[in-house]
T-cell receptor, first 115, second 113 residues
């Protein structure tokens, strides 16, 4: 596609429910990144996928968070048993191959509100 | 933790040059300086990056000091649409992956009419 697409754009859920957030990267980009941005804060790195390699999960805040990337393209971030502190904007980005000199292309994010 | 330090906010008059500073005193020789900006309710947008030479593109100029410990992003003729949060990050060329992907709180640039 023309850019990184994320869905839904907004998600309201109740505490304790599971949610799934979707990211569709730019076609041909092998690197995919998930970030979280709480209100008034910077971007917190969550997880990174590169091709078929095992993902770098070093930023995931707890074992309630998981992500997968099927077929090297679309990625899903799953949050189990959501808590109010999970409320944030979840941003996805992709880059061509994951090299350090590449620019990241971001989606518009999913605004998650946990009531 | 972010490896860069930026002022939390700045004002600039419309039509004037906006100069946004960034301190990266612990930068390594193989790390690039990147600038992104985030307009309200959107994802961050790449602006420019450089290693040690000054760089210019259609959006901005990047001035990196000789010792590479700081840099300045210059928006030559700021418009109201340039109001955004500007992030400065450093990232190694060879590291890639998740290395150097921490964004701090950035600088909230407000362009005044």
């Amino acid at each position: 596609g023309a850019g990184v697409s994320q869905s839904p754009s907004n998600k309201v859920t109740e505490k304790g429910k599971d949610v799934e957030l979707r990211c569709d990267p730019i076609s041909g980009h092998t690197a995919l990144y998930w970030y979280r941005q709480s209100l008034g804060q910077g971007l917190e790195f969550l997880i990174y996928f590169q091709g078929n390699s095992a993902p770098d999960k070093s930023g995931l805040p707890s074992d309630r968070f998981s992500a997968e990337r099927t077929g090297g393209s679309v990625s899903t971030l799953t949050i189990q048993r959501t808590q109010q502190e999970d409320s944030a904007v979840y941003l996805c980005a992709s880059s061509l191959s994951g090299q350090g000199n590449e620019k990241l292309f971001f989606g518009s994010g999913t605004q998650l509100s946990v009531l | 933790d972010a490896k860069t330090t930026q002022p939390p906010s700045m004002d600039c008059a419309e039509g004037r040059a906006a100069n946004l500073p960034c301190n990266h005193s612990t930068i390594s020789g193989n790390e690039y300086v990147y600038w992104y900006r985030q307009i309200h309710s959107q994802g961050p947008q790449y602006i420019i990056h450089g290693l040690k030479n000054n760089e210019t593109n259609e959006m901005a100029s990047l001035i990196i000091t000789e010792d590479r410990k700081s840099s300045t992003l210059i928006l030559p003729h700021a418009t109201l649409r340039d109001t955004a949060v500007y992030y400065c990050i450093v990232r190694a060329y060879s590291g890639g992956g998740a290395d150097g992907l921490t964004f701090g709180k950035g600088t909230h640039l407000i362009i005044q009419p």
